[in-house]
DNA sequence: TCCAAATACGTTAACGTTAACCTTGGATGA
DNA sequence: TCATCCAAGGTTAACGTTAACGTATTTGGA
């Protein structure tokens, strides 16, 4: 903090007013003079005054920041999330808190205490899946709590997400569709990645509805995932399962990892091999070839939680006809399928 | 805030002690009993008492904030810098503000107003150069300032940086130390986007030091320049110059889409055009062919100027001779070559 | 002309925690 | 046996700002 911080006081003292009408210069607050604020306003610039927000925000009981968990910002999706909704807030005039779980749920609980402790106006967190105890955390917050990025069984109060299982089931449509049957998946198999596992689930269970085997499933590393580890599944894929005709991705990076590996090996996309990804990242839309991927709109999330936690904080809304008790909000978002070049034109059965 | 909120107050109330004996209880303060310590802790549970900090912040006014101000998190690159920075400052129990200025030096000194309200400890900004009143607010804040990738021409305080002109030229000096003359360079021009035009700089003057024309400059978009800009930028580049050798990117974005764009046209890399990037992104390693590409080291920054930050606010730090007046620490990242299968083997002249 | 209402301030107390200082009842040692 | 010390607490006041309320002074309408 400041070694030599100018206050109110200071300012009221040189202004010769109370300390109040220098609160209220900084307001918009009409009972004060405008040739008076002006003044105030101008004796602070000269001495260097900077309004306090950490002393408003405690004396009025209300910090104006905004949790927001997330397993890691070093994620195009997450960051684009997380890029909107700061953004949005701030229009609100609040702050974003971030905090990282580097993927694990013991460090999201550690996160959760430590972010309550800095009284939040809100709490968003990244996923369904939480411990015990950071569940009893959330529930107990007294704030409003987001789960997102997921659509979760039993959700601690408002959810902004998707279902991730449902999402892959749509890529696995969209390869039964273009003839393919021989399907391998490639990801989600670690620890605490249960968006990967998710999408693993929602591979198992779309194919089980088409009648197709679903026993080609290739483990990545623990999340995050990254491009390397996608072209090393590529490659375990072709040794365990050579006749395999398409690869379903838990995400783009691990898709454009096996991608490389197939351009590395001769092995054309989509003509021996489709590939498909997840989460419409940058790369998808410029690869050589393009790929097939689901747009599980972060910026759409970010946008809609940023806007209920707007209007749930905002004490102009209308109370509904309970008062005290809304009931939790569940905002479904849509992924959208991105057909694309990596699965390759619809030729009858492959 | 929570609606019903707890204090120390109501817990001092329900142990029969004095509210300094519960607050006590909650630091590592040895005058108090063991028992009574723990008894006021498991009362704390049931009574689902949440330690208030930001009381405690105001009451020592300390925030143990820091903020970071950057152009965008949404760029791998900065998200690995916050990534290590707010990860390292977390165990020093300092919890990060991030802000974004989305590559407007308008909105960078806005935002530096709005945190210095917050009392932050110290303030992380991207880059060296700011508005004028950006500038001075900055100097007179009366905390640690720390001016991160770049190497000011004239820092505010603190830098923990490298040169982009410097990083340019060495990637210049590789492609001609492999042979090639005609380079062109793809990025930076446009508007806010510092680092872009001292990348741009940095190719003219490289390009000067070895007698070579440095007349083939294509300009992408204002920042962020995307993937997609980068093959729109190579196809206008084949346009213009057509019997370019190499091309130079002000970003491994940039270099991938110009990547993209030649496989798409059948132009084979590197034998008819080496690509260069910047950036060390993940897809520079595993491209095909990978990128040769500048490592600015991210993390590096990330961990160095949360260390300083660490050591600067660290009051049991061996005072220097001089009581209050240290000076400003520079600490020069070196960035990394990483020469790889864009650029071609070394054959002679092109 | 006179009173009510509006305008432009001032006063008081409080938000939850803690540094600094004070108090008490043993234990300790000579 | 008594001064001394320590462990384990308690008291007081303060961090900077603002909601709520109080008080002059001016304004305007009948």
Redesign the interface.
Same mark, same amino acid.
């Given at each position: @903090? #400041? =070694? /030599?911080?100018v206050t109110m006081k200071d300012l009221a003292k040189a202004a010769d007013v109370s300390v109040m009408t220098v609160s209220r210069a900084f307001k918009a607050d009409k009972s004060i003079g405008a040739d008076t604020r002006e003044r105030i306003l101008r004796l602070a610039e000269q001495l *260097?005054y %900077?309004?306090? +927000? /950490? #002393?408003a925000?405690?004396r009025n009981? =209300? /910090?104006d920041f905004v949790s927001v968990i997330l397993p +890691?910002?070093?994620? &195009?999706n997450f #960051?684009?999330t %997380?890029?909107v909704l +700061?953004?949005q807030l &701030?229009l609100g005039g609040m702050? %974003? !808190? !971030? *905090?990282?779980t580097g993927y694990s749920l013991a460090r999201e609980e550690a996160l959760i205490d430590q972010m !309550? $402790? =800095?009284?939040p106006?809100a709490i968003v967190v990244t996923g369904g899946q939480h411990t015990p105890d950071a569940r009893k955390l959330l529930a107990? #917050?007294?704030?409003p709590v987001i789960e997102t990025w997921d659509w979760p069984q039993d959700p601690v109060q408002h959810v902004v997400g998707f279902s991730n299982a449902e999402a892959i089931q749509g890529v696995v449509d969209h390869l039964v569709d273009r003839g393919y049957a021989r399907i391998s998946f490639l990801g989600g198999e670690q620890g605490d990645d249960f968006r990967g596992m998710e999408r693993r689930a929602g591979f198992v269970a779309a194919m089980a509805r088409h009648g197709l085997a679903a026993d080609r499933l290739v483990p990545t590393g623990p999340a995050p995932a +990254? @491009?390397?580890e996608g072209?090393a599944a590529l490659a375990l894929m072709l040794d365990r399962f050579p006749d395999t005709r398409a690869v379903v991705c838990a995400s783009d990076?691990i898709a454009?990892?096996a991608l /490389?590996e197939c351009? $590395?090996r001769g092995i054309d996309v989509p003509r021996d091999l489709a590939i498909a990804g997840f989460g419409a990242y940058?790369?998808a &839309?410029?690869?050589?070839p393009r790929l097939t991927t689901i747009d599980p709109m972060p910026s759409e999330i970010g946008l809609r939680t940023a806007n209920l936690i707007l209007r749930l904080l905002d004490p102009t809304a209308p109370e509904p006809e309970a008062p005290e008790q809304e009931g939790p909000i569940r905002i479904r978002i849509d992924w959208k399928l991105i057909p694309s070049e990596s699965t390759g034109e619809s030729t009858g059965t492959r």
């Open positions: @903090m #400041a =070694r /030599t911080s *260097g %900077v309004f306090d +927000s /950490t #002393a925000n405690f009981q =209300r /910090t +890691s910002i070093n994620n &195009a #960051a684009e %997380v890029d +700061s953004t &701030a702050q %974003v !808190l !971030l *905090g990282y !309550l $402790r =800095r009284k106006e107990k #917050a007294g704030i +990254s @491009m390397k072209a990076p454009f990892g /490389t351009q $590395r940058e790369i &839309a410029i690869s050589h």
